[in-house]
Structures are given as C-alpha cells and as structure tokens.
C-alpha cells in the first residue's frame, strides 16, 4: 500500500536516489531540500518538492500541516569529513539543530517513523574488521560526532514519544541509478571514484592517492563501497521493521577496494589511463575501513544487488558521460 514520505535532503545524492526507489514503488514522495548542496534536477516531477532549511521551523510546519506522512527519511545535512575539521561549530550545530526541530515537528504531526542518514565515521577507532554494530562509539570527526549526537536524540525520540527511527551507518555511498537520470555531484567533490573518473575523462591533470605507506596489502587505504540503490533498498526494508521497534544497522558490502584497486578497475572499465601522483596520508584516514552487515541481512533479507566495483564505477562512469558537467549539463541542455 502507498505509502507518503517526507524526504529531506531528497534534492541530494543520496537523497534523490532514495526518492527513486520509493517513486518506483509506487509511494508518495514531499523533497524538502535547501539546495545548497542538492539540485533541483535531482528531484523528478513525480515528487511534490518543497525548497526551504530545517533551520526554520515555520517551513517545516507548514510542510507537516499540508501533508500526513506515514514516515520521515532525513538525510538532509552538512557531510564533509575534512570541512568538519576546519569548522567543528558549523556541523555540530548545523547538523544537530536542523535535526532536533525535524525530530520535534515530527513528533508534534503524530508521524512514528524516521529513517535516519548516519555513517561509519562513528567508528573512528575500531577495534576490529569488519565492523558491526557492537563495535565501541568514538566519532573521527565532528562530521561524525554530529551524527552520533542525532543518533542519541532519536534514542529519546523513541523512549519519550514512541518516535521509531533507523540509524543507517553508511560505509563509502557510490554509484548512480541505472536509469541513467541521476548521480554523484558534489561541489567541491572530494568522493574518490568521482575524482578518478574525472582524471580518466581527462578533467583532472591525476588523481593524487593520500598516502601509499599504509599497513595494507598494497600500501593504500581500504574502503568499503556500497552502491547507492543498495542503501536506497534498505531504507525501504527498514520501514518495515520499523513497525516493531528502533533499529540501527552498518551498511557495507563487505568487501574492502584499496584505492589502487579502484584507479585500476577505473582504467579497465573507461579504457582510458589515469595518472597518479603519490601525495602524504590525509589527516583524519583510516588504513582500511569494512562494514560487517550481517545484521541487515540477517534481520531484514537485504543484499546488495550491485556487490562489485565493477557495477558501481560502470554506473558511475555512464553518468558522468551523459553528463559531463553534472547537473548543470541538464540546466544548459534547458536553456
Ligand atoms: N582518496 C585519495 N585521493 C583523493 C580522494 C580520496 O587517495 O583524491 C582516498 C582517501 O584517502 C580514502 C579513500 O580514497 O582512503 C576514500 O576517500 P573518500 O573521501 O571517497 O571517502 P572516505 O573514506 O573518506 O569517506
């Protein structure tokens, strides 16, 4: 049965893949975006798209008074790990008040289910690989802290008012829909396989790999890469289970790529070459970074369907074919 769901953020990555997934089964769909960081071509004319912040409560009653939803899906928030560093205040603060009014006016519209944004960088300081959801808390950024902190209001949410929620704790989101409409853009972009496809589009003069002296088998970091319709899939499963009680999950494949690995599956998959230039480690970096989701998978059947880098760069690449300026490809295609 169709179901209307509110989506902020639903104007971003992973938003507007998300919205896809639920606009091809069939629910309803409210974008409440800011585009600061999202784009308007990111929302199709299926969903209803309300353009206003979360820091201003008015919008978002207003929004909560014109439509009932049966669930909220935030992913609305200020995500960049390094930005974070340089500005703790502005994530700290931006990310947890904007969450604390969505959460109130929730709870307020009588609504009792929130799908929550999260993300691995909880774990700054895992103890072991992979990692599941038993691991010890230590945000490695105020990126992090910033959605631990959320985490912890939707904890009360549900203890005080019965507000459900699900904290998804995404490893590294890549990719982008099959159906060829929407993508990876980021500006400044700082995601790798974005920045290596733009240096095999020839883009970018290389692609500088942060630090080859790791403890990993080919001296590069590991990283765990998701395809981002898999995610979008377990926001729709989560609702479900939603109906019985809060629940958190880690979002992973499971598998670790070094950041060789996805320079050579990015030349073998463009045919084209990508220079590298060896640069010092990144501040903040893990050597190797997997997601176990046994959880999920047990509790809840989700699998990825897209498990290979193969299928997240070839997605990724013919995205960025078509459009090779992102968004504003489609901005000038309109004019
Ligand atoms: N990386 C890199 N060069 C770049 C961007 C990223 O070597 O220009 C590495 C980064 O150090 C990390 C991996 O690629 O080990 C993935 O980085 P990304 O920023 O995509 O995601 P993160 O793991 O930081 O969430």
Redesign the pocket.
């Known amino acids: 049965n169709p179901k209307t769901i509110l989506v902020t953020g639903g104007a971003g990555y992973v938003g507007s893949h998300c919205v896809a997934e639920l606009l091809d089964r069939g629910h309803r769909v409210v974008v409440f975006d800011n585009l600061r960081q999202g784009h308007a071509a990111a929302v199709p004319p299926e969903a209803a798209f309300v353009q206003a912040d979360l820091a201003d409560p008015e919008a978002l009653a207003r929004v909560f008074a014109q439509w009932r939803f049966d669930a909220v899906f935030h992913f609305a928030a200020l995500s960049v ?1 390094g930005e974070s560093m340089r500005d703790p205040h502005a994530y700290l603060h931006g990310n947890t008040v904007t969450s604390l009014n969505l959460i109130r006016a929730t709870v307020e519209a009588g609504v009792r289910k929130l799908v929550f944004s999260s993300t ?2 909880l774990f700054g300081s895992p103890s072991r690989m992979p990692i599941d959801e038993d691991e010890a808390i230590d945000p490695g950024s105020p990126y992090g802290e910033s959605k631990f902190m959320i985490e912890r209001a939707l904890h009360w949410a549900d203890r005080c008012h019965g507000l459900r929620s699900a904290c998804l704790r995404y ?2 989101a ?1 990719g982008a829909h099959p159906n060829g409409r929407i993508g990876e853009d980021h500006s400044p972009e ?4 974005p ?2 496809l733009d240096a095999a589009a020839g883009k970018r003069p290389h ?5 080859d002296d790791y403890a990993t088998p080919d001296g ?4 765990d890469y998701i395809h981002v319709c898999d995610l979008a899939d377990a926001h729709l499963r989560v609702l479900d289970a939603l109906e019985e009680r809060s629940v958190r999950y880690n979002l992973g494949n499971g598998t670790g790529y070094s ?1 060789r690995e ?1 320079i050579d599956a990015v030349e073998r998959i463009t045919g084209n070459r990508v220079p590298v230039v060896v ?1 010092p ?2 501040p903040g ?1 893990l050597p190797v ?1 997997i997601a176990s989701s046994e959880r999920i998978r047990r509790d809840l059947g989700w699998q990825p369907r897209f498990p290979g880098l193969d299928a997240i760069i070839g997605g990724a690449w013919a995205w960025r074919c078509a459009h090779p300026q992102g968004y504003r490809t489609l901005a000038k295609a309109a004019e």
Do not use: M, P, S
Request: net charge positive; charged share 20%.
């Open positions: 790990v691995a960088n490893f590294n890549a700082t995601h790798l396989i920045l290596v692609i500088e790999i942060f630090g590069t970091c590991v990283r950041v996805v640069g480690r990144r970096d970074l």
